[in-house]
């Protein structure tokens, strides 16, 4: 069955420290990958999307990684800040009749001042 | 762009009651979709619709619930007979129509579900 991993445990940093959170996923071949932020009682804001095709793409403080080999994108948030604690999600396009979006578990980030 | 905005934002109810969710997508997105999340789990997918259209159901849906989209403009989520698992956050989201899904997801903040 379909299957996306994420940090299941709370990833604690230190401010100004790189951040890093995986997400891996099991039989798909997805064709976009997108990623998250999600705040306490508050829907999920999108971040960035990165295409199969992409290896990389970088929005400000952010870089995504998106390696369909190893069937994994790595989100890096750069000199990190108390305001970047949230949940991370990733989310992968599916096809199953129509065309959606399925998310994962999301990786719970707090940076520690 | 006002965003997509879910009422009511908390609903507490007694077992075997109905509910009624309402979602207003952004203006011009032609596709809403319902998710359902758990305290800490992610978003899992409910139903779609294109327009008025909907075109899918999650298999975990059971015939409790139902989704309509009249006019292809708002969309209104009902649960019937309340089930203590049927608490959790519902959530939508809409998206502009694109030939591909290459555009993100705009969330609403939920309708927090609790069953008593």
């Known amino acids: 069955s379909q299957k996306i991993e994420q940090n299941s445990e709370a990833l604690n940093i230190q401010e100004g420290k790189t951040a890093t959170l995986t997400c891996n996923y099991t039989?798909?071949?997805?064709?976009?990958l997108q990623w998250y932020r999600q705040d306490p009682g508050r829907g999920p804001v999108f971040l960035l999307l990165i295409r199969e095709n992409e290896k990389e793409k970088r929005k400000e403080r952010l870089k995504v990684t998106f390696d369909t080999t190893l069937k994994q994108s790595l989100f890096h948030i750069t000199a990190s800040q108390p305001a970047d604690s949230a949940t991370y999600l990733c989310?992968?396009?599916?096809?199953?009749?129509?065309?959606?979006?399925?998310f994962g578990t999301g990786t719970r980030l707090k940076v520690l001042a | 762009d006002t965003g997509v905005s879910q009422n009511p934002r908390h609903k507490i109810t007694k077992r075997g009651q109905n509910v009624t969710f309402r979602c207003d997508p952004i203006s011009e997105h032609n596709r809403l979709y319902w998710y359902r999340q758990t305290l800490g789990q992610g978003p899992e997918f409910l139903t779609y619709f294109q327009n008025e259209a909907q075109l899918e159901k999650s298999r975990l849906l059971s015939d409790r619930f139902s989704a309509e989209r009249p006019k292809g403009s708002f969309s209104t989520l009902e649960i019937q007979r309340t089930e203590q698992g049927d608490s959790a956050m519902y959530l939508c989201?809409?998206?502009?129509?694109?030939?591909?899904?290459?555009?993100?997801?705009?969330f609403g903040n939920g309708t927090r579900l609790t069953v008593t």
């Open positions: 989201a809409s998206s502009p129509p694109r030939p591909s899904l290459d555009s993100p997801l705009h």
């Open positions: 039989n798909y071949s997805p064709a976009y």
């Open positions: 989310a992968l396009d599916i096809y199953s009749g129509t065309y959606k979006y399925i």
